[in-house]
């Protein structure tokens, strides 16, 4: 029973180091995914200005 | 109890720890994550740019010199399209040593402005700006300030991390965020930099609001600086204060009275289908001998009005050599325009208290209107544009 413990820690240290890391790697610390966009069709109202 | 923490607790706790290492080393995350270089077109002799739209390039010569002359940058809206001879930054530029750069097209209103300067304050201390004042910012719905879409073209995050960073900008750094936290909705998917200012406005609101979003503004500061670290090279503006250089005038001799003369003598030549002194195609295709009215927003409520007055105190403050032009609205096609009076003479009056030189073309009164000033109801003709170049030149000494 106590090594199965032992060898269930480790799988999962693994395991979650893996996932957290992937999560991290998604999300990319260079954040390049925002397009800081708007819905708005602005441009038409400001035609005449 | 023991063995779930030993088996699942402490494991998670190992693995979020090692990430936490991670994020703060700069060298793996610089090896694991490379950013890509932008690919922006540049035109390094540039007059006049729509907007920045993110281009380091021309964003990095915002408020800048030449090597060897100085710049006079002209900030404004849909007026500066009116890509004419007279208009200043091929009249200016052609002319004279010092050079003139515009930015801006429609919509480019003053809290824009105010973030473009804020973002470059160390940039500001003697640098010639001219803005020009539209009267229809003051009016019917653009009265609430730029919009959000308008800012974003602008004020990149780039801009935006500047005046996070800067410390020494207290009371201009909080309208900012005062400003941008009011169309923060509207913004889809909003970067770092943005989210950053809007939770700054959100800890002031209250104490228990400091509790809930400590750890998101605390987030995104950290992974915010990661992101700094990693484009430190496109990120980062040069905190180095900037020394202007002197401006040279030149011994340019201009007959002014035959130049408007000329000018003006043209734009009423190209009106012959009205007595509005617009010209015949946009009078046939938009006009067609309607009227218009404007829609007068009360000064308690005209946010434009209070970015105004921000925008000309931090003018103020950064001892900026600014001027200011406020150009007219055709009083032909707005039947009302005289109730815009009041607000024009406070804007003139908020200007000259502040040491600002200004040229006003603003008249209501049709019967003595400079007619041929305007091309439209209301952009400046080459007469007008004329006019601007004068005021320009005999503000910051460009002729002998």
């Given at each position: 029973m106590k090594i199965t413990n032992s060898i269930r820690f480790f799988l999962n240290i693994v395991i979650y180091t893996l996932i957290v890391f992937c999560l991290y790697y998604l999300y990319s610390?260079?954040?390049?995914?925002?397009?800081?966009?708007?819905?708005?069709?602005v441009q038409f109202v400001y035609q005449q200005f | 109890m023991k063995k779930c923490f030993f088996i699942y607790f402490l494991p998670l706790f190992f693995a979020i720890t090692l990430l936490v290492i991670i994020v703060f080393k700069t060298n793996i995350n610089s090896f694991l994550f490379q950013p890509r270089s932008a690919n922006y077109s540049i035109d390094s002799t540039y007059h006049y740019i729509e907007n920045f739209q993110g281009n380091q390039y021309y964003e990095e010569q915002f408020l800048l010199s030449n090597s060897n002359s100085e710049n006079i940058f002209l900030l404004g809206s849909s007026e500066l399209g009116v890509n004419t001879e007279a208009t200043p930054y091929n009249f200016i530029t052609k002319n004279f040593k010092t050079k003139l750069r515009a930015v801006g097209h429609a919509g480019n209103q003053c809290f824009s402005i105010y973030s473009q300067l804020l973002a470059n304050e160390n940039r500001l201390n003697n640098a010639p700006i001219v803005i020009i004042l539209s009267p229809g910012w003051f009016i019917s719905e653009t009265a609430n300030g730029t919009t959000a879409s308008l800012f974003l073209e602008f004020n990149s995050s780039r801009f935006l991390n500047s005046i996070i960073n800067n410390d020494s900008i207290a009371n201009f750094k909080q309208y900012e965020i005062e400003r941008i936290s009011s169309f923060y909705d509207k913004i889809i998917n909003p970067d770092l930099s943005l989210k950053i200012l809007y939770f700054e406005k959100k800890l002031s609101e209250s104490f228990l609001h400091k509790i809930v979003y400590f750890p998101f503004i605390k987030t995104c500061k950290t992974l915010n600086n990661v992101k700094l670290k990693l484009q430190s090279n496109n990120l980062k503006i040069k905190n180095k204060r900037h020394d202007r250089l002197p401006i040279i005038s030149d011994s340019f001799i201009i007959n002014w009275d035959s130049l408007f003369t000329y000018s003006k003598q043209k734009q009423i030549e190209s009106?012959?289908?009205?007595?509005?002194?617009?010209?015949n195609e946009y009078f046939n295709n938009y006009i067609k001998g309607r009227t218009s009215t404007v829609s007068i927003v009360k000064d308690e409520i005209n946010q434009e009005l209070k970015d105004f007055k921000m925008l000309v105190k931090l003018l103020k403050t950064k001892k900026t050599k600014a001027s200011f032009i406020i150009l007219p609205i055709n009083p032909c096609y707005y039947r009302n325009s005289n109730e815009l009076t009041p607000l024009i003479k406070s804007l003139e009056s908020e200007i000259s208290l502040n040491n600002f030189s200004c040229l006003s073309f603003w008249n209501s009164d049709s019967t003595t209107f400079d007619n041929g000033i305007l091309t439209d109801i209301m952009h400046l003709s080459s007469y007008g544009w004329y006019k601007v170049d004068k005021f320009i030149i005999e503000t910051y000494n460009l002729a002998k």
């Open positions: 610390p260079l954040n390049e995914h925002p397009n800081n966009k708007t819905g708005s069709s | 009106c012959t289908n009205n007595n509005w002194f617009i010209y």
